[in-house]
């Protein structure tokens, strides 16, 4: 199985932003997509995007500040957080599935998850 890597999480001030990459040991799985969990809190749904990058899909609450894309030439996945809010504060996960969902029970391969907090 192809083995998922998250990186680029931090600390950062609202309305700041940060770039959450995802790097597979092999090719990108056909579809992927980006969670995040709160302690004591279901996964929740961030993004999703198709194998060619044609189709993107996002959770209301992240539309018009996040952007999802992939790179498959370098086998990694992006989210490009912008205006962050106190309440992205989260583990960010990402994961792949053979069809794009928003449901996590879709997705079979998940990476270790990168820390996002942000402060107000």
């Known amino acids: 199985q192809v083995q998922l890597v998250e990186s680029g999480g931090g600390l950062v001030q609202a309305g700041g932003s940060l770039r959450l990459s995802c790097v597979a040991s092999?090719?990108?799985?056909?579809?992927m997509g980006w969670f995040r969990q709160d302690p004591g809190k279901e996964r929740e749904f961030v993004a999703a995007i198709n194998r060619s990058g044609s189709s993107t899909d996002y959770a209301d609450s992240v539309k018009g500040r996040f952007s999802i894309s992939r790179d498959n030439a370098k086998n990694t996945l992006y989210l490009q957080m912008n205006s962050l809010k106190p309440e992205d504060t989260a583990v960010y996960y990402c994961a792949g599935a053979a069809f794009s969902s928003r449901r996590p029970s879709s997705y079979n391969n998940w990476g270790q998850g990168t820390q996002v907090t942000v402060s107000s």
């Open positions: 092999g090719v990108l799985p056909y579809a």
